[in-house]
């Protein structure tokens, strides 16, 4: 059995799902940060898989950029989490709702 | 002649500025002389200037100021012809001798300077209004005359009737110069210019449509009936005695309100190609002289029956101007200048000695007590009540000739204007005689005396001219049509009959002054009758006109401007603006509850708006 294109493309639907899964269920900021960078690499395998398949560089190129607006949102949004921490001494989103209309 | 032309404009602007900056601490009698010396020379500049004219060989001088408004064709320039130099000659004329007289009229007024300011700003406008080579700047003066007229109708603004009245004349002639203004654009739309010469020739060479002549002519008119109050807006001028006596004699009587007069003649070349609207100025003019005639008679306030008497004098002049007889409209605008002049000036003479008595009922046997004034008023009634030879003899007969002789309906008007020749001499004699015989029915304390000698010498020079002022044009000796033919030569004049027919219709309307001066000399001769009854009442109300423009327009204005205060301004435009603020907020309402707060709520909005896009994508067989 050989591993086409189409095992990493399922794959990377699988991770997508589970993060997206990861957002919509927990509570926890930091595990849904964590939820986000799982997406983030779903869609980097994409590119990566199909930038191979297709024999261009550009699919591993965009990782590259990906990553690097992952790792400063990850600066940004640590911070925010530990600043909120520190005011409320929770880091549940459901009790940061105070944008409710 | 550039400079000397110039300064017949500037000299009384000079006055007026002098008295502006220093009138009140040169005060009395310096303010009022140095007022009168600035009018006296521009008189007598205009005087050596017109000698030319009288020659008979002046060419027409234009003197140019300064490039105005080029766009429009239009320059600040002085036109200096037969018919500007006659007007500037009875303006300044008459207005020195008003001056001279208002320095004893105005003693010991504490308003004294700012009183020859404004007559001086008014002789200034009023010049300006009749040297004029171009309709701007005959605007500009016919603004200013509105200006000065208001300043000097509220010039004891302390009396709220006076104030009134100076809000009122303004109001009504803004009235009239919408139709005025309307008239200078259709002029300059159609000749791409405002100036005299191009205006006229053009209009000479056809370049006017009847219709279009028509329409301007009309538009024309509306802004001289609101200048020389003739129906429907002459209303302002009975009120416009609130004023100071010699304002009434020099702007509402002599000159400002001749302004629509000299306008129409200016502008003769448009009126001829619009004989409808030309008949329209006469019907008007012989409608507002009977109207005005028939409200005189039963007027107890010596300065209202003079008032309307010039509403109706003003109507003789529209007539002949409207029946093309230029010459014996401006005739009888000098006349009426000098005899009004007169009459206005009388009788503040004799509310002076009476001690601001305005009330006829309350006079009666001044002529003793005030023989200068008496003779002299007498020499004006016999005037105005067209006794040869006296002044208004000869102009209103040449109106009414030339009126007559035009044929058909006109002689309609001749008739009018023959009533109200009758009518005018009756209520002239009823003033006389309720002011100068009769049993004394003076108020206690009230000790008539003859007014200064600087108040009756101008009552004097007047009473000269108002008895050989009619001698410049009569039928023997047309002195006057002849120095005003080279304005009017490109114009067909009417004439007025020769022979047996002119002597038939004089002797006609001399009847006719007559049988009125008989009638009242009659009815007044023993003592007063009673003016009581439904007529009088009538009459002495002036059909209450007044109060049916005050419950038509005034309320009618009033309750429109409350409909748009309260109602349109409140409901609709602040409605609206409201309207779409609140329904802003509802909005906003119905849309809150969207936003929870909770991310997984904002993230399944986000997945599933994804889902469907891709959905979407996949259906129409993109990807």
Redesign the interface.
């Given at each position: 059995m050989t591993v086409t294109p189409g095992w990493y493309m399922a794959l990377a639907a699988v991770l997508f799902v589970i993060g997206?899964g990861g957002?919509?269920?927990r509570r926890n900021a930091l595990v849904?940060f964590m939820s986000v960078e799982l997406m983030l690499n779903a869609v980097n395998l994409t590119f990566v898989a199909a930038g191979r398949e297709l024999n261009v560089l550009e699919g591993q190129v965009s990782v590259f950029f990906v990553m690097v607006v992952a790792a400063a949102e990850v600066v940004v949004g640590l911070a925010i989490i530990v600043a909120v921490f520190r005011r409320r001494q929770t880091a549940s989103?459901?009790e940061?709702?105070?944008?409710?209309? | 002649m550039e400079l000397s032309l110039s300064l017949i404009v500037l000299l009384p602007l000079a006055g007026m500025l002098v008295l502006f900056g220093f009138g009140k601490r040169i005060g009395e009698p310096g303010a009022g002389i140095i007022a009168t010396l600035a009018v006296v020379g521009s008189f007598v500049i205009a005087g050596v200037l017109a000698l030319d004219f009288f020659n008979g060989d002046g060419p027409v001088e234009t003197v140019r100021w300064f490039e105005w408004l080029p766009a429009f064709g239009v320059e600040a320039e002085l036109r200096w012809d037969q018919l500007s130099a006659l007007m500037t000659l009875v303006v300044t004329g008459v207005g020195s001798l008003i001056h001279l007289y208002s320095i004893g009229y105005m003693h010991g007024d504490p308003g004294f300077g700012r009183f020859f300011t404004y007559l001086n700003l008014f002789i200034t406008s009023m010049l300006i209004l009749v040297l004029a080579n171009n309709f701007a700047l005959l605007f500009v003066g016919w603004e200013l005359v509105g200006l000065s007229s208001y300043l000097l109708i509220s010039f004891w603004f302390e009396r709220d009737t006076a104030a009134a009245a100076g809000k009122k004349a303004f109001i009504v002639n803004r009235v009239g110069d919408v139709g005025f203004i309307v008239a200078l654009m259709l002029i300059f739309s159609v000749f791409g210019s405002l100036g005299f010469d191009t205006v006229f020739e053009g209009a000479r060479r056809g370049e006017l449509t009847v219709g279009m002549a028509t329409a301007i002519a009309l538009l024309l008119l509306v802004g001289a009936a609101g200048k020389s109050a003739q129906l429907p807006l002459y209303v302002w001028l009975p009120d416009a005695m609130e004023g100071p006596t010699p304002v009434s004699a020099l702007i509402h009587a002599a000159t400002m309100v001749t302004a629509g007069v000299y306008m129409v003649a200016r502008t003769g070349a448009i009126f001829e190609l619009a004989p409808i609207a030309a008949a329209t100025v006469a019907i008007v003019g012989g409608a507002t002289a009977l109207f005005a005639a028939t409200i005189a008679i039963a007027q107890r306030d010596i300065k209202r029956v003079l008032a309307y008497s010039t509403i109706s004098q003003l109507g003789y002049m529209f007539m002949g101007v409207g029946a093309a007889a230029y010459v014996a409209g401006v005739f009888h605008l000098m006349t009426h200048a000098f005899f009004k002049a007169l009459l206005f000036l009388g009788a503040g003479s004799v509310i002076h000695g009476m001690s601001d008595e305005q009330d006829m009922h309350k006079m009666g046997g001044l002529a003793r007590k005030m023989p200068i004034t008496f003779a002299t008023m007498a020499i004006a009634w016999l005037a105005i009540s067209g006794i040869p030879p006296f002044a208004g003899f000869w102009s209103k007969d040449e109106i009414l000739a030339v009126v007559f002789e035009r044929g058909g309906l006109w002689q309609v008007l001749w008739g009018v204007g023959l009533v109200t020749a009758l009518l005018t001499a009756f209520y002239m004699t009823r003033m006389m005689w309720l002011t100068f015989f009769g049993e004394a029915r003076w108020e206690d304390g009230v000790e008539p005396h003859e007014s200064p000698r600087l108040m009756t010498i101008p009552l004097v020079v007047l009473a000269g001219l108002s008895v050989v002022g009619g001698l410049v044009n009569t039928p023997f000796k047309t002195t006057l049509e002849h120095f005003l033919d080279p304005v009017f030569e490109a114009v067909h004049l009417a004439h007025a009959p020769d022979g047996s027919l002119a002597w038939i219709l004089a002797a006609v309307s001399v009847a006719a002054g007559i049988i009125g001066i008989g009638a009242a000399a009659l009815r007044y001769r023993s003592r007063v009758p009673a003016e009581g009854g439904l007529g009088w009442r009538l009459l002495g109300n002036g059909y209450y006109i007044d109060d049916l423009y005050a419950g038509v327009f005034a309320r009618g204005g009033k309750l429109g401007a409350a409909w748009l205060a309260f109602r349109l301004d409140v409901r609709g435009i602040d409605g609206a603006v409201e309207g779409i603020g609140s329904l802003t907020r509802r909005a906003g309402g119905w849309l809150r509850p969207l936003q929870t707060g909770f991310v997984r709520s904002y993230g399944l909005a986000i997945i599933a708006g994804a889902v469907g896009l891709l959905a979407w994508f996949l259906s129409r067989g993109a990807l």
């Open positions: 997206a957002i919509l269920l849904m989103v459901d940061l709702a105070e944008l409710r209309g | -």
